[in-house]
């Protein structure tokens, strides 16, 4: 490694941590003012929240590092244009390519490094957040897992099991419901291809009921739809609001293969799988294209920094939103989970490859 490429990674290093550790703090400020009353109103020691806000800090880190990565090897070419070294090192016969190599193989390596932490770290963190803030603070309790797509809840006397295709509705697919005696003995056993929740009814549809007769044996009723009495409603079955978070990218993976899934929860466990992925990755790209619209930036108004980086917080927020939007096509099943990931990867990184190919004439 040359010296110029050293002194380009250390700059790097340097603006990256400091963006991370701005981000942070921001963001940790702001969420103790929101929260810290609801902690105080529990009783609850400074030491708990002390340890909530510290195992916040990776999903901050993962949900801020496409845009760091973008600032900061906007910021380093940057300093480097607005101290005339970058005029230097190209009068010197460096070219752009030479330059911005390093800066973009950095954007790589913290790339991956959010990768790790997504795999690693982020699950474990998440979860403890997730119980923390919710049994600890709110004093609700899971009532069930989540288990190979399906969600498993037990009431006082009953059991539910079903799939939730879209986390929005309070519709459900492969229903099933059981209910016991005082015994643990089976009394009741309902099984139905879709439920929904509609005006504090119950309907099941396309679906079976079993009653226990005694004696070991039961009656069995065939339905096309039908409502039912349940005690237990969609609002008093918990889910953890961060639970992708709390799932490993191996994990999510492991779920889009699962097999017995409809169509809807397949396309939405592959868009959750590529979703989780792209978004990680999202910050080559922006990369890619921030280099070449600060030179840009600056060839057309003479400005650098002062300009380049709103542009490339307002170019950071446009993708954020195309892409968001065709996540939740990808999730609705309206368009492919592969081509929603890949296709504001593929075009911004392909653009901002023709513009630094053009500076660097």
Known sequence: MNLLNRYILKQFAKNILLLVLSFIAIYILIDFFEKIDNFMEKGKPMALVGKFFLLSIPFVVEQMGPVCILLAGVVTLGVLNHSNE???????????????????????????????????????????????????????????????????????????????????????????????????????????????WEKGTWLLYNGQVQTALGGGTFKTEIFGWRSFPFKEKPADFFLPQLRSSELSILELYREALRGKQSKEEKAAAWAEFYGRVSYILLGLPLLLLGLPLLLLVYRKWGRDLSLAVPVSCGMAFACWGIWAILQSLAKAAYLNPLAAALSVHLTVGALGLLLLMKEDV
Do not use: C
Request: proline residues 5%; hydrophobic residues 40%; aromatic residues 14%.
């Open 86 to 196: 970058l005029t230097a090192l190209k009068a010197g016969g460096v070219s752009l390519r030479k330059i911005v190599t390093p800066v973009i193989a950095a954007g790589i390596a913290a790339t991956l490094l959010l990768l790790t932490l997504s795999q690693f770290v982020l699950p474990k963190t998440a979860a403890q957040t997730t119980q923390i803030w919710y049994r600890e603070v709110k004093g609700q309790m899971p009532l069930g897992i989540y288990r190979s797509g399906r969600y498993y809840y037990q009431g006082d006397s009953n059991f539910y099991s079903f799939a939730r295709p879209d986390p929005k509705k309070t519709e459900y697919s492969f229903f099933s419901y059981a209910s016991w005696n005082k015994d643990y003995e089976l009394q009741t056993l309902i099984a139905a291809g879709h439920a929904v």
